[in-house]
């Protein structure tokens, strides 16, 4: 059998241009066009042609990179200098141009506002395209690791205690170091830099003690994470949020958020999704993470739809009923009372200090004692109470739009839309963890992933590359 060999001295192995490195139908051209289509103005990128000084690379094909390589998991400096090196999909996105990986991290680094942009002008496109319509949307959050360890979270507490033994290290080292000059000896350079290492952390570790206030503990490597339990453990991480559009599943807003919780997002991620539609959306869907009614009453006064269940309708339990339950309790809406099935009235008795519950009581707790169902409706000495929210308005509304075949219908589709962004990017992309610190450098990556994960979607509602780069095209010009 005959075998064939490859000739590393062939001089025909590439191309004459780099324009044939890649076929016409290639993703990477996809990518190129929708960085091309991109309103620069807009995105907050700055093309200054007359700058003067050395020159510098061309930040548009910075952005192309940057955008390509973490659609394929590469979000590395390192990575994504050597694929500028290698790969021929990224030396024709980079048109041969070959940036360290130090210029590409500084880039990120230096442009977060800018990169924060970049899904907001891909849902304008996308709108532009016909393929958001911003109706109904989705909502959802899921824990991702910050670029910090679990260890450098700390107390305030712990953080007076590490001061003040910095104080008597630098007092130490300040000691030495005029011993040492004295002395003429050459070790006085390695212990002015270990004095200068100090007296920095010393300044980072003020700054945290005024921040931290009512905090119980801050991390040092990055202030704004929390520790959250998620399935793989407690770790130091961010509670992303995506609001997904009914349509075609595609991302419309990202933000990350420290609070652990879903309960009060809501409102604000649906708040910054119409922003990056610009326009009210009819419909809004979320599981029972959301479930707060206090939080969810602006959105149903805003005459949105709301079809959030409460956390009785997602354990989706048969309860059984009783002849006593509180829904056989009539409300007097005119004289605030209740009305048990044996006719007697419960009155208004009190609110708890910091509570948005109101507790309803027979004004003459011996009518419970006295009446033949006592011990069956309520064992209490006081007799039977009520419990209702101060918002208990809004929970009936949200519990029947719930349980309403709209509901329903629009419920069952939660889990496809919203939670396959999550999977694609968690696995597909191998976001394991964010790179960039802080709210800002987060929400950037979390913007560039959302961009990713709707323009694979792009290729494919459009049909393949080719239509997708003449679809482009076509709302450009």
């Not at 998991?73 to 980079?94: M, P, T, V, Y």
């Not at 939080?295 to 949105?304: D, G, Q």
Request: charged share 25%; net charge positive; with cysteine.
């Amino acid at each position: 059998m005959a075998y064939k060999y490859g000739i590393r001295e062939q001089i025909t192995f590439l191309p004459d241009s780099i324009e044939k490195y890649v076929f016409d139908d290639d993703p990477v051209r996809a990518y190129d066009a929708f960085i091309d289509a991109i309103n620069l103005q807009e995105l907050g990128l700055e093309i200054d042609e007359s700058c003067v000084g050395n020159s510098s690379y061309d930040p548009i094909t910075m952005l192309k990179v940057l955008v390509y390589g973490y659609s394929y998991g590469w979000r590395s400096s390192r990575k994504l200098e050597r694929a500028l090196h290698h790969n021929l999909s990224f030396i024709w996105l980079s048109a041969g141009l070959k940036p360290d990986h130090k210029t590409l991290s500084n880039f990120r680094k230096n442009n977060k506002a800018v990169l924060k942009n970049v899904l907001k002008q891909c849902v304008r496109m996308c709108i532009k395209l016909d393929l958001i319509e911003g109706n109904i949307l989705f909502v959802d959050g899921s824990k991702m690791r910050a670029n910090a360890g679990n260890n450098q979270t700390i107390s305030k507490s712990s953080l007076q205690k590490l001061l003040n033994n910095l104080d008597v290290r630098i007092e130490a080292l300040m000691n030495e170091c005029q011993k040492i000059d004295q002395q003429e000896t050459q070790s006085l350079v390695r212990m002015k830099k270990e004095l200068k290492s100090k007296e920095n952390l010393k300044t980072k570790i003020n700054e945290l003690v005024k921040e931290i206030k009512d905090e119980k503990s801050i991390n040092i490597t990055d202030p704004d994470c929390k520790i959250m339990k998620g399935r793989q453990g407690s770790h130091a991480a961010y509670n992303s949020q995506i609001a997904v559009d009914e349509t075609h599943g595609l991302i419309v807003s990202v933000d990350a958020v420290q609070e652990v919780v879903d309960r009060d997002q809501l409102e604000q991620q649906i708040v910054q999704a119409e922003h990056n539609l610009g326009k009210t959306c009819e419909i809004v869907c979320a599981d029972a993470g959301y479930s707060s009614v206090d939080a969810l009453k602006p959105l149903v006064e805003s005459e949105r739809t709301i079809i959030v269940p409460n956390d009785k309708q997602a354990q989706k339990k048969a309860f059984i009923e009783t002849p006593f339950d509180k829904d056989k309790f009539i409300y007097n809406t005119e004289n605030n009372t209740y009305t048990c099935p044996e006719g007697k009235e419960l009155y208004c008795s009190y609110q708890a200090k910091g509570s948005n519950k109101v507790v309803y009581r027979m004004k003459n707790y011996r009518n419970c004692l006295d009446c033949r169902h006592y011990g069956v409706c309520t064992s209490a000495k006081r007799g039977r109470t009520i419990n209702r929210l101060v918002n208990e308005q809004t929970q009936h509304i949200l519990k029947k739009t719930y349980e309403s075949s709209q509901g329903q219908e629009i419920y069952r589709k939660r889990k496809m839309k919203v939670e396959l962004p999550f999977g694609h990017i968690k696995r597909n992309l191998g976001m394991s963890s964010f790179l960039l610190r802080g709210f800002e450098g987060v929400n950037a990556e979390l913007s560039i992933l959302g961009s990713c994960f709707n323009i694979t979607r792009l290729i494919t509602i459009l049909g393949g590359v080719k239509p997708m780069v003449q679809a482009l095209s076509n709302i450009t010009h």
